[in-house]
T-cell receptor, first 113, second 113 residues
């Protein structure tokens, strides 16, 4: 039973346009949500996070939105660049489980020049 | 700055053989983790260690063991490898950030035949 789900395995967007990656979760005990980016043959790297008490966090071209009532979050990348092409993982932290992260299955983003 | 170093980068192993994946960090982080990445399933936690001398089971611990003799090293051992353990293995440590973001190594690709 996956507690964190990324229902779109892949997404293709044109350079300069917006990329929207979605993530759904089931456990209301999650207190932080994180996005990781992974290039082939490399480890995941931390991108951006959001606390469960907030609904938006922005860092440059990256913005994460959290809708707690819908148990849904999304990562917006504006404008998208070819270097953003990677696999993006959504992750959630449980506040009563030693800060361990639960990851979604990942979404492969392809930004076309 | 090396961060997390994993070895080997890749390995082909016969079923039934014993294998140890090595992980070393130079950031003096207390908590360390082992994840496996499988297509569509994202990153699943195998074992973790909150501090030197302690370990715990994650989501998929069966067939794996870990030890944490000191802060820097966190090896993962497959006592008798099976084909279902074919995967990419990532070691990570938890940084000091409030969201608990993880720093990952570059991964060890293991193929069990």
């Amino acid at each position: 039973d996956q507690q964190v789900k990324q229902n779109s395995p892949s997404l293709s967007v044109q350079e300069g346009r917006i990329s929207i990656l979605n993530c759904d979760y089931t456990n209301s005990m999650f207190d932080y949500f994180l996005w990781y980016k992974k290039y082939p043959a490399e480890g995941p790297t931390f991108l951006i996070s959001i606390s469960s008490i907030k609904d938006k966090n922005e860092d440059g071209r990256f913005t994460v939105f959290l809708n707690k009532s819908a148990k849904h979050l999304s990562l917006h990348i504006v404008p998208s660049q070819p270097g953003d092409s990677a696999v993006y993982f959504c992750a959630a932290r449980r506040n009563n489980a030693g800060n361990m992260l639960t990851f979604g299955g990942g979404t492969r983003l392809m930004v076309k020049p | 700055i090396a961060g997390i170093t994993q070895a080997p980068t890749s390995q082909i192993l016969a079923a039934g053989r014993r294998m140890t994946l090595r992980c070393t960090q130079d950031m003096r982080h207390n908590a360390m983790y082992w994840y496996r990445q499988d297509l569509g399933l994202g990153l699943r936690l195998i074992h973790y260690s909150n501090t030197a001398g302690t370990t715990g089971k994650g989501e998929v611990p069966d067939g794996y063991s870990v030890s944490r003799a000191n802060t820097d090293d966190f090896p993962l051992t497959l006592a008798s490898a099976v084909p279902s353990q074919t995967s990419v293995y990532f070691c990570a440590s938890r940084g000091p950030g409030v969201a608990g973001e993880l720093f990952f190594g570059e991964g060890s690709r293991l193929t069990v035949l």
